[in-house]
C-alpha cells in the first residue's frame, strides 16, 4: 500500500500477526515486579541505617508500565516526611540542594557497599540530578537501579503517565512497542547518539492518544506525592483485544500522527494543557531561546518539543538537533513500511 508522497505502507494484516507475536513473546516472559519488590526491600533496610525517615519510591517504568521488564533497570528516589507531605510541591534545583542530595547519596553507597559488597556501586554528582547507580551482580540480585535523593517530579510523571496508560487498554503495549523501536533504532537516549528519553517517548505517546481523544486529560496537579504509594502495585498484562486490530490500527496511526500530522514548526507536545493548544511561542522556546542558551554554555535544542509537565520551562526533547530532527523522520518513514521494524 501507498501513503502520502508516495511512501510505502506495511499492510495492517501484516501489522497485526507481527504486533500479537510481540506481546505473546512479552506475555511469555515474567513480568511481574517481584524482584523489584526484593530490591525495595534491600534498599530500604540500607536507607533505614543512614537516616530512618527517608522512605525510598520507586518510579520509572515499573510504575508506569505497572509490569517490571526483564533486564530493565528500577528508579528509586529516597523522600523525606516533608517532602511527601507536600507531594504537590515544586523540586529544589540550586547547588546547596544539589550539594545535600549528593550528600545523602554518598552515605547511602557506603552502607549499600558495605552490605551488598558483589554490588558494583557509582555514585554520579556531576549530572544535572546526583545520582547513585548500582549493579547487582547475577542471580539473586541481578536488578539494577538508580537511586536519587528528595525528588519528587519522577514519582508524580510516572502516576501521571500510569494514570493515562490504564485509560486504554492498547496505551501500555503501544508505549513498549515504540520505546523497543526507539532502542533498536538507537533513537533512544539510552543508547549512544540517541536524543530521547524512554520518559520522552512515553509524553509523546500519551500527546498521541489525547489528540486522538483515546484517553481524557488528567490534571497534572492530581499526582500528588502525598496520596502514591512508594511501591505501586503490579497491573498484569493481557493479550490484545480483537486478535490485535486495534493496537495494529493504533501503531501505524501513531506513525502517521507523527510523521504527516503534528507540525513540530509551531507545536509543543504537552500534557499541561488540552492537546493543540501548545505553541513554542507560547512558551518563547524559539530560535533566539536556542542562541540564548548556548551562550550560557548549553545545547538547548527546540525542533522537538516535549514540555515537562512538572518541571518550569524543560524541553524533554532538547536533545534533538536539526540532524536528528531529520534522522527521526527516516526512522518513522520506514516504520511505516515495516510497522516499528517489526516486519523489518
Ligand atoms: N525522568 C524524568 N525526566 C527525564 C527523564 C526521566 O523525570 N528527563 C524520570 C521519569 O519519571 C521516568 C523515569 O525517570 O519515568 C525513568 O526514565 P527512563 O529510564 O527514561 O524511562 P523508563 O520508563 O524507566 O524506561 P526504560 O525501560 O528505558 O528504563
Ligand atoms: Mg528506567
Same mark, same amino acid.
Given at each position: 500500500?501507498?501513503? &502520502? #508522497? ?9 501489522? *497485526? =500477526? ?63 516526611? =516533608? ?14 540542594? &544539589? ?26 554528582? *556531576? ?21 536519587? #535523593? ?73 499526582? +500528588? ?9 503490579? /497491573? ?6 480483537? +486478535? ?5 490500527? /493504533? ?35 524559539? &530560535?533566539? =531561546? ?39 523522520? &527516516? ?14
Amino acid at each position: 500500500m501507498k501513503g &502520502k #508522497a508516495g511512501r510505502s505502507i506495511a499492510a495492517i494484516g501484516d501489522v *497485526r =500477526a507481527a504486533v500479537l507475536r510481540f506481546c505473546s513473546e512479552q506475555l511469555s516472559r515474567r513480568l511481574d515486579t517481584k524482584p523489584v519488590e526484593d530490591v525495595h526491600q534491600k534498599v530500604s533496610a540500607c536507607v533505614q541505617q543512614v537516616d530512618p525517615t527517608m522512605t525510598p519510591y520507586i518510579f520509572g517504568s515499573t510504575v508506569v508500565l505497572g509490569v517490571h521488564e526483564q533486564g530493565s533497570d528500577v528508579d528509586f528516589v529516597c523522600l523525606s516526611p =516533608a517532602d511527601v507531605q507536600d507531594g504537590k510541591g515544586a523540586d529544589a534545583v540550586s547547588e546547596v540542594a &544539589k550539594g545535600l542530595q549528593s550528600g545523602f547519596l554518598f552515605r547511602l553507597s557506603e552502607v549499600v557497599k558495605r552490605e551488598h559488597y558483589l554490588w558494583d556501586v557509582e555514585l554520579v554528582r *556531576r549530572t544535572r540530578v546526583p545520582v547513585l547507580r548500582v549493579k547487582g551482580s547475577l542471580g539473586v540480585d541481578g536488578v539494577s537501579f538508580d537511586v536519587t #535523593a528528595n525528588r519528587r517530579n519522577g514519582v508524580r510523571n510516572s502516576a501521571l503517565l500510569r494514570a493515562y496508560f490504564t485509560q486504554c487498554p492498547e496505551a501500555r503495549w503501544l508505549s513498549m512497542l515504540v520505546k523497543q523501536w526507539s532502542k533498536k533504532t538507537g533513537l533512544n537516549a539510552s543508547v549512544d547518539g540517541g536524543c530521547i528519553t524512554s520518559y520522552g517517548w512515553n509524553i509523546m505517546v500519551v500527546y498521541y492518544l489525547l489528540r486522538r481523544k483515546l484517553v481524557k486529560l488528567v490534571p497534572v496537579e492530581s499526582c +500528588d506525592v502525598a496520596n502514591i504509594a512508594p511501591m505501586p502495585p503490579y /497491573m498484569p498484562l493481557e493479550t490484545p483485544q480483537q +486478535d490485535g486490530q486495534a493496537l495494529a490500527v /493504533m501503531l501505524m496511526d501513531f506513525v502517521s500522527y507523527y510523521l504527516d500530522e503534528f507540525t513540530p514548526e509551531t507545536e509543543v507536545m504537552s500534557l499541561t494543557r488540552a492537546a493543540g493548544e501548545t505553541t513554542k511561542e507560547m512558551l518563547s522556546w524559539t &530560535k533566539q =531561546a536556542e542562541d540564548m542558551a548556548r551562550i550560557r554554555g548549553e545545547r538547548i535544542h527546540y525542533r522537538w518539543c516535549i514540555e515537562d509537565p512538572y518541571e518550569f520551562d524543560l524541553n524533554v526533547g532538547r536533545n534533538v538537533t536539526p540532524f536528528k530532527l531529520m534522522l527521526l523522520r &527516516k526512522h518513522l518513514e520506514r516504520a511505516q513500511e515495516t510497522a516499528l521494524l517489526l516486519l523489518a
